[in-house]
């Protein structure tokens, strides 16, 4: 059997207000080449944009391949590696407490994707001396900056 290329991919999202304008960000890097790509929501929550960045960097590949996903959500990390994911599916999409979970056509999607490569999930911690988290983090809140001044660029000129 072949062996599938590596690639490693860093994504953040972030939200200003929670829910609130939203960005994520994310670094694609494959044989030391890298490519970024990010974006914005206009209503949405922190949790959704760090889920939705790995869901666009995922879709960014155009083949099966061995990735790794460095996140600084533990929400999207423990999802995956205290198989959260796996309990909410056996219980119909309800978390522990009987309530149905959020996000759920975002997991739904990211589920999709998942099972077209060999995925492994890292948690890094946000914030901190990862310069790529830090990177998809300003990608992810520039978006937000952004788009901020076009909506009030484009609220100003109603009046």
Not at 80 to 87: P, Y
Not at 88 to 95: A, D, P, R
Not at 125 to 142: E, I
Request: glycine share 8%; proline share 2%.
């Amino acid at each position: 059997m072949k062996k599938l290329k590596h690639v490693d991919l860093y994504t953040d999202g972030a939200c200003s207000g929670n829910p609130g304008p939203g960005g994520w960000g994310v670094v694609l890097i494959y044989k030391g080449k890298e490519k970024e790509l990010s974006g914005y929501q206009e209503n949405t929550t922190n949790n959704r944009m760090e889920i939705f960045a790995v869901i666009s960097g995922l879709r960014a590949l155009k083949e099966r391949v061995n990735v790794t996903v460095y996140t600084d959500s533990a929400y999207v990390y423990n999802a995956f590696s205290d198989d959260w994911i796996t309990a909410w599916q056996l219980n119909g999409w309800k978390n522990s407490k009987k309530k149905p979970v959020e996000n759920m056509d975002l997991w739904q999607e990211l589920l999709d994707l998942v099972a077209c490569h060999e995925v492994d999930f890292v948690k890094v911690k946000g914030h901190a001396d990862n310069a790529y988290n830090n990177r998809c983090d300003k990608l992810a809140t520039g978006q937000i900056s952004k788009n901020k001044k076009v909506e009030q660029v484009v609220e100003g000129s109603e009046e």
